[in-house]
DNA sequence: AAAACACGCAACCGCTCGCGT
DNA sequence: CACGCGAGCGGTTGCGTGTTT
């Protein structure tokens, strides 16, 4: 289906905005909110097209947004994000208020990526890069590369909550309105009909449809589960069934169906979780709020590392896992070491130190 | 002092997604 | 179900500025 680029009428402007412009721009939508952005520049008497409108807002007028340098915390935040996540700039930015996903991606590109290859580890993989999976003392990076696939569909999931509960707020006019990591959702006037629906995660379908694919790695997440049986996760809890028969984790999406397999060899079964997703329609109209109240995700996972590891030392008074990826002696090392440290305090910490709630 | 180079960031481009018809 | 449209996302570009030679 053909499409006309936003920009193709002759007469409109490119290029860097003059302050003009922005004042424009900016008295036009805090008088009137931004509505279609197609329609906003005429209205605004802006010689642009929509799109470098709302890029323009978005990236540089927004009132909330924090310019200037990003501290350690952001860094390390962004690292660990992206280890996560990938290029998924605009979930990484859900977690830093007042950062855009265009900044980050920025000062991913031109700092934190340098700065990982320095450190000799892969900014793609977030793996060191002379070091194979499996192949020594890295194998707590293979078990936290796959948790981090689970992570990572919680961050998804997260970044959806995120932006549907600034929806409903938004839509709510008895409450008053919060500038966040995405006003231009504060800030659109347009009538949504639809009701705000509960998040499809289909990252996590697509995640579930992979792990189904991967019956081998049932062994390391045998690793993962603590004495009971289960791990407890703000998304979810993962459950084993029996000895005889394997489980999957999956949600407990009202829209997801439990899916079961016969008790074959091959079979699995996957178990709705009542604990889940499924528990949101506590909190309809409040994700934030479910969230919260979900227990503190990967406990129990230093443990695992190190005992995937193959090391047993406990962690030191900071906390960290100093010993996770085996002694070195080389500042590299200490690089690397740091580095995995910081994943795994995010781990620990995403959900109650998220600044997104 | 000036040219060459490197760097950082704002903005653009093209694609995908989601929604309405 | 197919199509059209608006919006958002991620990759890329190009310009301004700082640094080096």
Redesign the pocket.
């Known amino acids: 289906?053909?499409?006309s680029?936003c920009?193709e009428k002759v007469g409109l402007?490119?290029?860097?905005?003059k302050p003009e412009e922005d004042q424009k721009l900016l008295g036009y939508i805090e008088a009137y909110g931004h509505?279609?952005?197609?329609a906003l520049p005429a209205k605004a008497g802006l010689q642009?097209c929509?799109?470098?409108c709302?890029?323009?807002w978005t990236?540089?007028l927004r009132p909330d947004i924090k310019?200037g340098k990003f501290s350690l915390q952001e860094e390390q935040t962004i690292n660990q994000l992206h280890a996560l996540l990938g290029?998924?700039?605009?979930?990484i930015a859900a977690h830093l208020p007042k950062r855009t996903?265009?900044?980050i991606?920025?000062?991913w590109?031109?700092?934190l990526k340098k700065r990982l290859t320095k450190m000799g580890i892969d900014p793609v993989t977030h793996k060191p890069k002379s070091d194979t999976l499996g192949s020594g003392q890295f194998k707590g990076a293979a078990n936290l590369s796959h948790m981090a696939q689970w992570e990572s569909a919680r961050l998804e999931a997260e970044a959806r909550l995120v932006r549907e509960s600034k929806l409903v707020s938004n839509l709510n006019p008895s409450k008053t309105p919060q500038l966040g990591s995405c006003p231009?959702?504060q800030l659109?006037t347009?009538t949504?009909?639809?009701p705000p629906?509960l998040p499809c995660l289909?990252v996590l379908k697509a995640w579930q449809g992979a792990w189904l694919s991967k019956q081998k790695d049932i062994a390391i997440f045998n690793m993962v589960f603590n004495s009971n049986g289960s791990l407890e996760s703000p998304t979810s809890t993962l459950n084993f069934l029996d000895n005889t028969l394997h489980s999957i984790p999956t949600v407990g999406f009202s829209d997801m169906s439990t899916i079961a397999y016969p008790n074959n060899s091959n079979s699995m079964i996957v178990k709705a979780d009542p604990t889940g997703f499924s528990d949101m329609a506590a909190y309809p109209n409040d994700p934030a709020k479910y969230m919260s109240s979900l227990p503190t995700f990967m406990e129990g996972f230093k443990e695992v590392m190190l005992d995937n590891a193959g090391v047993h030392n406990p962690p030191n008074t900071n906390g960290n896992l100093d010993n996770v990826v085996g002694s070195c002696g080389s500042d590299f090392e200490e690089n690397k070491m740091y580095y995995w440290n910081d994943m795994l305090n995010l781990v620990n910490s995403t959900t109650s130190g998220s600044p997104m709630f």
């Open positions: 289906m053909g499409r680029a920009c402007k490119k290029g860097p905005w509505g279609s952005w197609r642009r929509g799109k470098s709302r890029l323009r990236n540089y310019r290029n998924r700039w605009s979930a996903d265009n900044e991606k920025n000062y590109n031109t700092h231009s959702a659109h347009k949504q009909a639809a629906k289909d």
